[in-house]
T-cell receptor, first 113, second 117 residues
Framework: KAGVTQTPRYLIKTRGQQVTLSCSPI?????VSWYQQTPGQGLQFLFE???????NKGNFPGRFSGRQFSNSRSEMNVSTLELGDSALYLC????????????FGPGTRLTVL | AQKVTQAQTEISVVEKEDVTLDCVYE???????LFWYKQPPSGELVFLIR??????QNEISGRYSWNFQKSTSSFNFTITASQVVDSAVYFC??????????????FGQGTRLTINP
């Protein structure tokens, strides 16, 4: 099976812009989760989508949003970018049941100037 | 609230030495899951192992072994006869069993392991 794919791999934006990141899960996986990784805060959970519904959300401002399509592909959007949004954004997919291992994509490295 | 602590920020050893990475967790749930992930320089998190809270059996997979002790809330990871390719950042993570929160992984800060030739 193909792994989790994320596009784009690298992105440079300026403050105030918005950005959309894409994630394609492993075939058959219905759950997609997003994480933000920064040197200061480490790996933090953003949100999880399962069957097109947001099932759980982390402690991030409303500027961070996401959605999931009927084919389980997911997008996350960050509006009004701030310098502090510079991070590696990781997407993970799983079957969505408790205890299922999550498989991560290579990430999107976002730099906000 | 759930919390995972990896007190060792960085470890450096010489190849072929054994090394243990510590992980201590906090949770009020009686059913939960523990994970270890490896993050090589490429950045992608690689799944290593999952343990549920009812299974305290230690596990060995090749040079890797895991010791889960509920009494001390620890889930430690040992690499035997380390190799340069083991160099990476290792993360311990915790998730709850309730379906709404089951996919939320709470990660420790990670331990950067460097294996020197």
């Amino acid at each position: 099976k193909a792994g989790v794919t994320q596009t784009p791999r690298y992105l440079i934006k300026t403050r105030g812009q918005q950005v959309t990141l894409s994630c394609s899960p492993i075939s058959g996986h219905r759950s997609v989760s997003w994480y933000q990784q920064t040197p200061g805060q480490g790996l933090q959970f953003l949100f999880e989508y399962f069957s097109e519904t947001q099932r759980n959300k982390g402690n991030f401002p409303g500027r961070f949003s996401g959605r999931q399509f009927s084919n389980s592909r997911s997008e996350m959007n960050v509006s009004t970018l701030e310098l502090g949004d510079s991070a590696l954004y990781l997407c993970a997919s799983s079957y969505g049941l408790a205890g299922n291992e999550q498989f991560f994509g290579p990430g999107t490295r976002l730099t906000v100037l | 609230a759930q919390k995972v602590t990896q007190a060792q920020t960085e470890i450096s050893v010489v190849e072929k030495e054994d090394v243990t990475l510590d992980c201590v967790y906090e949770t009020r749930d009686t059913t939960y899951y523990l994970f270890w992930y490896k993050q090589p320089p490429s950045g992608e998190l690689v799944f290593l192992i999952r343990r549920n809270s009812f299974d305290e059996q230690n596990e060995i997979s090749g040079r890797y072994s895991w010791n889960f002790q509920k009494s001390t809330s620890s889930f430690n990871f040992t690499i035997t006869a380390s190799q340069v390719v083991d160099s990476a950042v290792y993360f311990c993570a915790l998730s709850e069993a309730k379906s709404q929160g089951a996919q939320k992984l709470v990660f420790g800060q990670g331990t950067r392991l460097t294996i020197n030739p």
